[in-house]
């Protein structure tokens, strides 16, 4: 088993920065392809960004998110500048087993998920 925990979420205005973390225990290892997905009320969860060999992001986060790892502290970063009142959502952290050349887009290829953080961001 896997357990992610996010933190970092928080409300901001327009405009502003946060980094969210995803911190991994139990069998976690650097072989898992991590990702980041938001949701908000009555949708799908939509992927975000992704850390397989290629790095791939959800179009409307280019150049504004970025996703970074740091294996000896078994922990994803999601950077997110300029936010905007539509990146208002929960952000989840996902991850699957394998080195992947892309990151899978469909929240259901995910092994593991962790509960969630809030991030509001008002105009």
């Known amino acids: 088993q896997v357990q992610l925990v996010e933190s970092g979420g928080g409300s901001v205005q327009a405009g502003d920065s946060l980094r969210l973390s995803c911190v991994a225990s139990g069998w976690f290892n650097s072989r898992y392809t991590m990702a980041w997905f938001r949701q908000v009320p009555g949708k799908e969860r939509e992927f975000v960004a992704g850390?397989?060999?290629?790095?791939v992001y959800l179009d409307s986060v280019k150049g504004r998110f970025t996703i970074s790892r740091d294996n000896a502290k078994n922990t994803v970063y999601l950077q997110m500048n300029s936010l905007k009142p539509e990146d208002t959502a929960v952000y989840y952290c996902?991850?699957?087993?394998?080195?992947?050349?892309?990151?899978?887009?469909?929240?259901?290829?995910?092994?593991?998920w962790g509960q969630g953080t809030q991030v509001t961001v008002s105009s």
């Open positions: 850390d397989a060999v290629n790095i």
């Open positions: 996902a991850a699957v087993y394998g080195v992947r050349s892309y990151s899978p887009r469909v929240a259901d290829e995910y092994d593991y």
